[in-house]
């Protein structure tokens, strides 16, 4: 490929177009935000198998939320994030995974605190995936399939919550400027 410069327009502009990548990742695959992610499954409480890809044919971001049913901050976000959710549950999906309790306890969890976003196990490995090792963690997928963003705390305010969403929710979203460090 090659590109061209014209006096009234110094520098070309290249777009690269990106998704969620098809395959599943491999053994050792280690994620960070800029990342673009593999396509993975998961069965909610309801006995559904979904996968990311699917996620995507009708929303503009996927928020996966990495926790499990003791986990107390987990216990104080989540009546804030099912507000926010319930809000922008259009445009946005969120995935609780959880990779220490089982199936059942999962689908008590979410059927005892009301909780409508998707709940699962974590049986992909994503837990390992991004090393979470603190809970809650989340993580935004934008609408491109890129990692934009990963939060290692909990976030107790449903207007975070709903600023989050409506970023990559929102008809003009673009993605951050990689090479911009905030100067």
């Known amino acids: 490929t090659s590109f061209t410069t014209t006096a009234d327009k110094e520098n070309a502009e290249v777009v690269i177009s990106s998704k969620v990548i098809?395959?599943?990742m491999t053994s050792g695959t280690r994620y960070s935000v800029g990342d673009i992610m593999h396509n993975f499954s998961f069965t909610n409480s309801y006995g559904i198998q979904l996968t990311l890809e699917?996620?995507?044919?009708?929303?503009?971001?996927v928020v996966l939320n990495f926790w499990y049913t003791e986990c107390s901050a987990c216990k104080t976000e989540f009546p804030a994030l099912e507000r926010a959710y319930k809000a922008y549950a259009d445009t946005v999906s969120v995935v609780a995974l959880d990779s220490t309790d089982s199936a059942d306890e999962i689908a008590k969890f979410q059927s005892d605190w009301g909780l409508t976003f998707?709940?699962?196990?974590?049986?992909?490995?994503?837990?390992?995936?991004?090393?979470v090792t603190a809970f809650p963690t989340t993580v935004v997928i934008d609408r491109y399939g890129?990692?934009?963003?990963v939060h290692v705390s909990s976030i107790p305010q449903e207007s975070a919550w709903k600023a989050l969403f409506n970023k990559y929710a929102s008809d003009d979203y673009t993605q951050d400027d990689p090479s911009d460090s905030g100067n």
């Open 22 to 24: 098809s395959q599943t």
């Open 54 to 61: 699917e996620l995507f044919k009708t929303k503009r971001a």
């Open 118 to 131: 998707h709940c699962a196990r974590d049986n992909a490995g994503i837990t390992g995936a991004f090393g």
């Open 146 to 149: 890129v990692i934009a963003e």
